[in-house]
């Protein structure tokens, strides 16, 4: 089966839709989700239901696509975390056993 929507590079729409996204703040995102709910809510409120339900449904791809990120972000700063304990821990070890090593009587 073709890949209907680019079949000259048939690229994952999941990557392009990253690629364009990455230098966008996942803050900035969840504000724009925020915005999108508000305005939806206030244009049905004062009569305009069909713009008011377009704004408004772009609401929770949005928050899901910002939650994403502020997820995917948080893990990745831990993992860099467990990383960096993981590489300086055996070292610190070593320094206290060669410091022992001097102390001891012989």
Known sequence: MENI????????WGNVLES???????????CAAAGSFL????LKIAGQR????F???FALPLLALGAYRKYSASS???TE?????????P????????????????
């Not at 364009?20 to 969840?30: C, D, R």
């Not at 069909?50 to 339900?53: A, F, M, N, T, V």
């Not at 070292?91 to 012989?106: G, K, V």
């Open 5 to 12: 929507f680019n079949p000259k590079t048939r690229e994952n």
């Open 20 to 30: 364009k996204t990455s230098e966008l703040p996942a803050n900035k995102i969840l």
């Open 39 to 42: 305005l939806g809510t206030t």
């Open 50 to 53: 069909k713009i008011g339900s």
């Open 55 to 57: 704004i408004g449904s």
């Open 76 to 78: 990745s700063s831990k």
């Open 81 to 89: 975390i467990e990383n960096e304990t993981e590489t300086t821990a």
């Open 91 to 106: 070292a610190a070890a070593h320094h206290e056993d060669q410091t022992n090593d001097l102390n001891d009587p012989i």
